[in-house]
């Protein structure tokens, strides 16, 4: 019975999302720290985390979460944290992009993009623009963890954003990283987004390239496509509601 309701689910849902991402949503940005990190199920069917961020609490102040290390869910931290396991040879095709509303118009919303694994590839294999790595990316990682970082730092000019729309939300992205990166031995591959809005703002990090719903998939965790256009127009009820009182604006 349910195999038989799950098969009906993906034969509902497949022609609606066929060359869409299968979105996931992430309206509180629950997926802030390393180990709360959103597993991507596999890096072939092309999904979507899309993420909410919300409001930091007033007294936050970057360098006081410090001492905290990943391993538990953070109840806030300016970064969304989505991983995705490769075998050696195989690439990771990933996007970055934000929905297209006036709040996110370009240049205003730049954030910081990190790749994190223990086998990536040199800057060099990206073209331009390319990632820099760095040693000490700004966020806690489990000590003893030897991960190179790749950064793609939004606020420099030469990050400029695609404009595209999707038909199946009837909704414009602007996509800001569209990437397909070889990786050199096996292991988790993590994307970190950095923002230090103090706003409400969405994005999507997108991994995988084939445009089809998975075949016997579990659907728990899919979004519908109502929720995701209603993401997708800044429209998600209620997360902002305890912005203002703190004096902090939901949008711009
Ligand atoms: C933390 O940041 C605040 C201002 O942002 C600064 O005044 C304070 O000295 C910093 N503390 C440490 C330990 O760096
Ligand atoms: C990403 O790049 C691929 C080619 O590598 C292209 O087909 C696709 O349209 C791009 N996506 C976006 C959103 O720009």
Known sequence: MLRRILLAAAFFLSPLLTSAHVPYLDDYNIHNSYGSAFAFPDNIYSRALCTTTRCPPRTFQRNSTSSHTGGYRKLWSPE?????????????????????????????????????????????????????EIEYPSFDLPPNYHFKALRFHLADPIWEPTKFHERHLGATFLSYLNYTVPVGCDGYVYIVVETYEKRVVEFYVAVGKKDEFPPYENTDGIASIEDTKAWADGDIPGVGRYCQKKGIWERE
Do not use: M
């Not at 040879?89 to 992009?97: A, S, V």
């Not at 934000?98 to 919303?109: D, Q, R």
């Open 80 to 132: 969304s944290w989505s991983k995705v396991y490769l075998q050696a040879g195989e690439n990771l095709h990933f996007e970055f992009g934000v929905p297209h509303i006036p709040a996110l118009e370009y240049p205003s919303f730049r954030p910081t993009v990190y790749l994190l694994g223990k086998c990536l590839p040199s800057p060099d294999v990206f073209g331009h623009p390319k990632p820099q």
